[in-house]
């Protein structure tokens, strides 16, 4: 089996070594590389994942559909996949990266801190979900819309990098040019 091993950064972003993942997530974690995703189905609609209980932190959050870290040497698309397969039985189609410099800082109840650089990536779904208990209680294919309403009226039932994750995006759609009809 291969150690879970994170890539730790220096404060401008640069790997500057690795660590395993258990040791580096307390209440001085050290910036380091992650990755969310966010997965689409064929009708539009985004897999929302709710964190087992017995996860260290956030345990029973609603959050996007998967997170991770590429391990030292890994391709970031490898490591989506990677993820995907094990945390949710999925098989992704199209990956595409939306949001390559998200950073965030959190600290959970129990104290212990999330500092990462964590790009942001859409993907389709190929397969069914099936997710892993350890990893994700429940899950729910949801309409965009209702997402951000609903994080908006109870930001407090998400995971907060899934909350700035979706304002940083509804930022991003809304800057984007209007396409041409016709």
Known sequence: ???????????AGRPSGHAPREAVHDTATPLHLAFSCYVLDD???????????????????????FCGHPRPGE?????????????????????????P?????????????ENEVCPVWFATARS???????EVMDHAWVDVTD????????????????????TELAELIAAAPARRVG
Not at 1 to 11: E, G, K, P, R, S
Not at 103 to 112: L, N, P, Q
Not at 128 to 134: G, H, I, K, Q
């Open 128 to 134: 069914a979900v099936r997710p892993e208990p350890a």
């Open 43 to 65: 009708e539009g609609r985004v897999l929302m994942t709710r964190r087992a209980l017995t996860k260290r932190t956030w345990p029973g959050v609603w959050t996007n559909s």
């Open 147 to 166: 997402l951000g309403r609903s994080m908006a009226s109870t930001p407090w039932a998400f995971s907060p990098w899934s909350v700035l994750q979706v």
């Open 1 to 11: 089996m291969t150690q879970d091993l994170v890539v730790l950064l220096d404060a």
């Open 101 to 113: 410099h998200f950073r965030y800082r959190a600290v959970d109840a129990s104290g212990i801190v």
């Open 75 to 99: 391709k970031a698309q490898d490591a989506v996949r990677r993820r995907a397969r094990d945390e949710l039985g999925l098989e992704l189609a199209e990956l595409t990266l939306l949001l």
